[in-house]
């Protein structure tokens, strides 16, 4: 017979298995930030290296080989990272026994692709009026926004990303000069830090 107290953590863990997406996998997010961190080193190369006394003898890019460049990088960087959260998350429900796709999960991709789509859009405007220096900070601030308010849904980790996230966004805002910096570090360094302790926390 079990105890009240087990009775009441049987029923907490129902409850929480019933509202929150907690299939969510840490491993994707150490991918996503080893895809960001070689992202941010192929856009150091191509924007930096040519005019430094190493790269001398490379002819720089042109503003427009450049451009397709860096769009190409992040929408690759992004299918990359979507689609291993994706398939690991579903293999991690599959161990679990969980069903992947449920109202819990459709309420998680709404939160948080609702404020990514919108940063997306707010970028090409950024493009459209040749502020480049501001899309590190709008991509870390709405993505931030997007964690924050997705992790209602799903394991705690991401609010702290979320919140960290925002502070490099704000940080790049006010200093774009180490946009790509805190770029790396927010999307890269801390992606890959948190997914790590996502992954020893839950899945081991």
């Given at each position: 017979m079990k105890t009240p107290e087990e009775e009441l953590a049987e029923i907490k863990s129902m409850m929480e298995k019933s509202t929150r997406f907690l299939s969510l996998s840490g491993l994707a997010g150490v991918l996503a930030g080893l895809y960001a961190l070689v992202a941010s080193g192929l856009a150091w190369f191509w924007i930096y290296f040519p005019g430094s006394s190493w790269g001398s003898d490379v002819a720089p890019l042109s503003f427009k080989e450049l451009l397709n460049r860096m769009l190409l990088l992040g929408l690759g960087t992004?299918?990359?990272?979507?689609?291993?959260?994706?398939?690991?998350?579903?293999?991690?429900?599959?161990?679990?026994?969980?069903?992947?796709?449920?109202?819990?999960?459709?309420?998680?991709?709404?939160?948080l692709f609702l404020p990514v789509a919108l940063g997306g859009l707010f970028c090409f405007a950024l493009i459209h009026e040749r502020a480049f220096e501001?899309?590190?900070?709008?991509?870390l601030i709405f993505y931030g926004l997007g964690l924050v308010q997705a992790s209602s849904y799903t394991l705690g980790e991401i609010k702290n990303l979320g919140f960290t996230l925002?502070?490099?966004?704000?940080?790049?805002?006010?200093?774009?000069?180490?946009?790509?910096?805190?770029w790396t570090l927010g999307f890269g360094v801390f992606h890959l830090i948190y997914g790590a302790l996502m992954y020893y926390r839950h899945e081991r």
């Open positions: 992004l299918v990359a990272a979507v689609s291993s959260a994706y398939l690991l998350s579903r293999r991690k429900s599959a161990s679990q026994t969980q069903v992947f796709w449920s109202p819990a999960s459709k309420r998680f991709l709404l939160a501001l899309i590190p900070a709008a991509m925002l502070f490099m966004g704000i940080l790049a805002a006010f200093f774009p000069s180490i946009g790509l910096l805190c």
